[in-house]
């Protein structure tokens, strides 16, 4: 399973640290990426990082957030600088793993609210 965590209340322009772990019987994980959903909206790929190190980010969010993995790749960060309102929304963290093709899952995490106030 993954495990989302460092979601709160915020106001615009503040920062906050989310962070994402991955349980040990997740193999082999590839790439990961964090998700959000904001209320009566689609879940849409905010950051994504791949085993490498390289990153992908949406636009609305270049510059402000920062995605990373931890050094036993398990684990994943998203920093978010200058937040906005419109960032309000609650944060998946997804992991796609395997050590053979017919091992491959994709896991996601429960969630983690941020909301941004004006």
């Known amino acids: 399973q993954l495990v989302e965590s460092g979601g709160g209340l915020v106001q615009a322009g503040g920062s906050l640290r989310l962070s994402c772990v991955a349980s040990?019987?997740?193999?082999?994980?590839?790439?990961m990426g964090w998700y959000r959903q904001a209320p009566g909206k689609e879940r849409e790929l905010v950051a994504s990082i791949t085993s490498r190190g390289r990153t992908n980010y949406a636009d609305s969010v270049k510059g402000r957030l920062t995605i990373s993995r931890g050094d036993d790749r398990n684990a994943m960060y998203l920093q978010m600088n200058n937040l906005k309102p419109e960032d309000t929304a609650v944060y998946y963290c997804?992991?796609?793993?395997?050590?053979?093709?017919?091992?491959?899952?994709?896991?996601w995490g429960k969630g983690t609210l941020v909301t941004v106030s004006s």
């Open positions: 997804n992991s796609k793993s395997g050590c053979t093709v017919e091992a491959y899952r994709s896991d």
């Open positions: 040990a019987d997740i193999l082999c994980i590839s790439d």
